[in-house]
């Protein structure tokens, strides 16, 4: 029988403010452990805040940012063994670093180029998917697979608070609560969907209140804190593991940088809101954790962010070395019979990048 608890409204927290918030811990992390969460924290902020001056540089198209959602990846990814799957959407863009995808095969990806297409099966991470929600049943369906398969694998996932109203978020929820697949519903909640504000995406009280619906838990976690995004998945994954079914995991934060490159959120976004997440980001909020707690040193942390960096550098050097891809590439692969018309488009399109 499906256990359906109730919805967890408080949102779980481990991280203090170092004043008069205590800091908590998290059962069976060595230090080790959480030097390595710290690594994986910097990998992606470089990652991104790079990946924002190599767009404004014309040398990666429109990027989705993720500042200040590094937290809910990191930590979440940190919860999960290698043969577990990772289904991304593009605000995840770049969780595959985390699985030792080459920093270049992302950034090869949003240069539109094919060399950033991977084989999801060498890195458990599926194709980043761009349609909201339509990657869900995906990955219900490939965790109840494996299941079947009697093989020991979760998936897990990625959507934003928008995606809760897409009918695929819909269809995925049930499949997985009924067949009790071992999947992880993760929900990015940074209370917007583009311009969109949460407000008129749902009348629900919490994202998580919707588990409910679908017989699984939901938990509420505060996004920006590492450790209790860890925990959290790790206690879904236990629940997947045991044959218990799926989890919806709500983590809650407040988008502090642009939708993507091509968005002005100045026109409709809390301007106080932002400065306050801002001022509450993930990475640093960490940082100063492990600092306050003796686990990192100030030097230490300077040369994970160098190392960070250096990759950064590599990788764009890497991504820009590949060969143009052939413009027919453009037209393979989406007609068995192409239209001759597809013809004449290429030969234009050639004649126009004159190659
Ligand atoms: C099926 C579909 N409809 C519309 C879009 C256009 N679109 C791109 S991002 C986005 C907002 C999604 O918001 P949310 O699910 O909250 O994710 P976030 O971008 O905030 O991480 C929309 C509507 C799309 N990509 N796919
Ligand atoms: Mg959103």
């Not at 919806?248 to 940088?257: H, K, L, M, N, P």
């Not at 550098?313 to 891809?325: D, K, L, Q, Y």
Request: proline share 6%; net charge negative; hydrophobic share 40%.
């Amino acid at each position: 029988m499906t256990q359906v608890l109730p919805a967890d409204r408080g949102l779980r927290r481990v991280i203090g403010d170092g004043e008069g918030q205590p800091d908590g811990t998290v059962d069976g992390l060595t230090p080790e452990d959480l030097v390595a969460l710290y690594r994986n924290l910097v990998l992606l902020r470089t990652y991104d805040e790079r990946s924002v001056v190599y767009h404004r540089q014309g040398r990666i198209g429109t990027y989705a940012i993720f500042w200040n959602h590094e937290a809910m990846q990191a930590g979440s990814a940190f919860a999960l063994e290698t043969r577990d799957w990772i289904f991304p959407s593009y605000r995840e863009s770049a969780i595959g670093l985390l699985r030792g995808m080459p920093v270049s095969t992302v950034l090869s990806w949003w240069r539109g180029h094919p060399a950033g297409w991977w084989n999801p099966e060498e890195f458990g991470v599926a194709s980043i998917c761009v349609p909201i929600a339509t990657h869900v049943p995906h990955a219900v369906g490939f965790a109840w697979g494996s299941w079947l398969k009697g093989e020991d694998r979760v998936a897990i996932a990625y959507f934003g608070d928008g995606a809760t109203s897409e009918g695929a978020f819909h269809e995925g929820a049930t499949f997985a609560g009924v067949t009790k697949a071992p999947a992880i519903l993760f929900c990015n909640n940074n209370q917007w969907a583009i311009s969109t504000p949460l407000a008129a995406q749902t009348a629900a009280a919490t994202l998580a209140d919707k588990a409910i619906g679908y017989g699984m838990p939901g938990l509420r976690v505060d996004g920006t804190d590492v450790l209790a995004v860890y925990e959290a998945t790790r206690e879904a994954v236990a629940r997947a593991r045991a044959g218990d079914g799926p989890t919806f995991i709500e983590a809650v934060t407040y988008r502090a940088a642009p939708h993507a490159t091509a968005d002005d959120p100045s026109i409709y976004i809390d301007p106080e809101r932002v400065e306050e997440a801002k001022e509450g980001e993930c990475v640093g909020r960490y940082e100063r954790y492990l600092l306050r707690t003796g686990v990192l040193s100030e030097a230490r942390a300077e040369e994970i962010r160098q190392e960070a960096l250096e990759l950064m550098r590599t990788g764009i050097a890497e991504a820009e070395a590949e060969p143009p891809a052939d413009p027919a590439l453009v037209f393979e692969h989406a007609y068995a019979d192409p239209p001759p018309s597809l013809a004449d488009d290429l030969a234009e399109l050639r004649r126009i990048l004159g190659s």
